[in-house]
């Protein structure tokens, strides 16, 4: 038995004694020291779908972006066409090298056409900063880097809009999805609050001043104790993203992949003005994928880990990006970047475990939607 | 708080071994379950298989980590717990029962075992209780 983690030089997020607190397992993640589970990460995995679940997400990066250039160059740094958000609008984007690489995968709240704010994730926060500041120079426009000011907690699942209207008098159902209100009151203290996730699931992300956290955390796990509300960890985050497939920056995208390969074409808007990957992008999608990812289902025995090779007829076609059992689906399932030939839904595949070939069929994505009310 | 039953004898890997006679029982340890998590899948070894002293056994994946089970002794596979492999959650909630994963015959007495104290000792400076 061997693999546990060590713990590091790693930072601790405003709410580090609460997860302690709750019985949380602290491991090293993207540089901070949070809990991969509370009570279990099937348990935690379920609260979310069936109830309500409360995540530290305080790790996450957050600039601001303003003056009278910041759409420009947004416009510039990202993929997406950022022109089409209106205040109180999220959009979500990837940040592209120019050959199409990613940099790192962000959403862009646009406060105002001089006025945005980017949240990033944790483990790029340095790499990101600077590649946005020096594709900053001829702007104008001011960037702040407030991620250490800025606690963030993600109340998520089925009774999160019940939990959350009981600390706060704004109207809840106002808020759409990828929508969002600055300066709300939650439990007293200001916040911003959006309705996003990385889940699958309905909920929200609340931001606040770090040091108002703790009251914030506190009063959402009172809220939540007639819904059943359990603090869930990171173990959780990553099955139910998983599940409703959405990528992680590291395994579906990186340097190495681009957007289009990932799937993510419709976030991609080749036809604005020049942006970083444009060419590469327009070329790439000219010339058609040579490789693209795929959801899969393992059908033999085992279970597909991340960086598992994937192999036709014994020949090696792709790589597995993330790999594991689906709680919801109660299968073993995985998504995979293969050579675009064989990414053909029902196509028969192996994923080698272990040096051994074991077999797997593509399966349509994402694995798990939830239904519309 | 972790069991350590004490007719059992224990690796530093955090396997557990049960001697009957020429055979030996083998699974993991309370303490071994806990730190891996929900268990979803089991690799057992094929029952006749040779396996020697910290040979990779079986292979106990819980929802994050892969991990290998090594053999406490010398010997032969003469069964292995297939319940297990189907509800693998056998072993987060019975680990020294139910949670069994493999019988092997053994071919020699050879063996560095623990008794429960000196793996007691050995989980505490592991920073389990």
């Not at chain 1, 009570?39 to 530290?56: S, W, Y």
């Amino acid at each position: 038995m061997k693999g546990d983690e060590l713990l590091s030089t790693a930072k601790k997020t405003p709410l580090y004694t609460k997860h302690v607190e709750h019985g949380g397992k602290i491991v090293e993640f993207g540089g901070w020291l949070l809990p991969v589970q509370y009570a279990g990460i099937l348990e935690e995995h379920h609260i979310v779908r069936e109830k309500v679940g409360l995540f530290d997400v305080s790790h996450m990066g957050e600039v601001m972006v303003t003056g009278p250039d910041a759409l420009a160059f947004l416009q510039k740094l990202l993929t997406n066409d950022v022109s089409k958000t209106v205040a109180g609008q999220i959009q979500y984007s990837p940040m592209c090298y120019p050959d199409g690489g990613v940099v790192d995968d962000l959403l862009t709240y646009c406060h105002a056409p001089d006025k945005y704010l980017l949240v990033i994730n944790a483990a790029n926060i340095d790499k990101d900063w600077a590649w946005m500041v020096e594709n900053s120079k001829g702007y104008k426009v001011e960037l702040s880097n407030i991620s250490d000011s800025t606690a963030e907690v993600a109340l998520q699942g089925p009774m999160a809009e019940k939990t959350l209207q009981k600390l706060t008098s704004f109207k809840l159902s106002d808020i759409g999805y990828y929508r969002f209100q600055d300066n709300i009151e939650v439990a007293g203290k200001k916040t911003l609050v959006s309705r996003t996730g990385y889940t699958g699931e309905d909920g929200f992300e609340i931001y606040c001043a770090a040091e108002d956290a703790e009251e914030i955390w506190d009063a959402l796990m009172e809220a939540g104790k007639e819904f059943g509300i359990q603090p869930a960890g990171l173990g959780c985050r990553d099955t139910l993203r998983f599940e409703a497939c959405m990528p992680l920056y590291g395994h579906e995208l990186s340097a190495q992949i681009t957007p289009l390969e990932a799937g993510l074409g419709k976030f991609v808007a080749l036809t604005k003005a020049d942006f970083n990957g444009k060419a590469a992008l327009t070329e790439q999608k000219e010339q058609g994928l040579a490789r693209k990812l795929v959801g899969f289902a393992v059908t033999g025995k085992g279970i597909a880990r991340s960086e598992y090779p994937v192999l036709s007829d014994g020949r090696r076609i792709g790589t597995v990006t993330t790999g594991s059992f689906a709680p919801t689906i109660g299968k073993n399932l995985g998504l995979a970047l293969i050579e675009a030939s064989y990414a053909v839904i029902g196509q028969s595949l192996d994923i080698e475990i272990r040096n051994k070939p074991v077999a797997a069929e593509v399966i349509k994505r994402p694995f798990y939607s939830r239904k519309e009310k | 708080m972790s069991e350590y039953p004490k007719n059992l004898m224990y690796t530093k890997d955090h396997e557990w071994v049960k001697f009957e006679g020429k055979t030996a029982v083998i699974g993991i340890t309370d303490f071994a379950q806990s730190q891996l998590g929900d268990i979803v899948f089991i690799e057992l070894p094929e029952v006749g298989r040779e396996v020697t002293q910290g040979e990779g056994l079986a292979v106990v994946e819980s929802v994050k980590a892969v991990s290998d089970i090594y053999s406490p002794v010398n010997g032969v596979v003469v069964k292995v717990n297939a319940a297990v492999e189907d509800s693998p959650e056998l072993v987060n909630e019975d680990a020294y029962g139910d949670g069994w994963i493999a019988v092997i015959e053994m071919t020699s007495e050879d063996n560095e075992l623990l008794d429960y104290e000196a793996y007691a000792r050995l989980v505490e400076e592991e920073g389990g209780h």
